[in-house]
């Protein structure tokens, strides 16, 4: 009986002497959002958009993410609070009490019709900036859930279809750009004008248009 009662008490020290750690799993940074600073929107609307980024970095499944009820529960037992804070140096402490790996926080503006997010990711035990987030949108402020999710994938790291595409494109043109080079090379030698293609820079071009090459003038006959 004696035995039982030791070794409950035992794993209750080990659990809360590991808190908050072992909320985290391993293999996906532990992270904590603090509430987005609104410019422009109301102070609803910001909470709002930042519950769905932290949802949304959830989805993502690079980070464990702390939940804002259980974030506020740690930091009033520690009498901390997150309101007003700004800077990374406040950010950073907020981070060692929650025993999070890295930090976010940022803001959410409007110029005009043009709603602006920027978030920063914070490692807590350096107090650098490890990723940052600017992304625009113009329209109606529901269009900013669409570009909550942009902003998880860029602070995963994780490249959106449309940056997929582009990088899909640029592959593809590389290797047509080498070809028409070396099938001029080829034309040159035949020709007798490889030299000239050297001097005047023809080779050394990524023009992806076929413009008529004239060829240096033949011996006299």
Known sequence: MYKKSLCTILSFLIFFISFPSTL???????????DLEGKGISALEAATLTDRLRSEMVSVGAFQVVERGQMEEILNEQGFQQTGCTSTECAVEIGKLLGVEAMCSGSIGKLGSV??????????????????????????????????????????????????????????????????????????????????????GMLDSDDESNPELELPPGPPN
């Open 24 to 34: 985290f799993s391993q293999d996906k940074t532990a992270v904590a959002v603090l």
């Open 115 to 200: 709603y602006t997010v920027d978030v920063r990711m914070f490692d807590v035990a350096t107090g650098e900036i490890s990723k940052v987030s600017s992304r625009d949108f113009e329209g109606g402020v529901e269009g900013l859930l669409g570009l909550i999710e942009l902003v998880s994938k860029d602070l995963a790291g994780i490249p959106t279809e449309e940056e997929l595409v582009e990088e899909t494109i640029e592959q593809v043109k590389e290797p047509k750009k080498k070809k028409n080079r070396t099938g001029l090379l080829l034309l040159l030698i035949a020709g007798g004008g490889a030299g000239y293609a050297f001097s005047s």
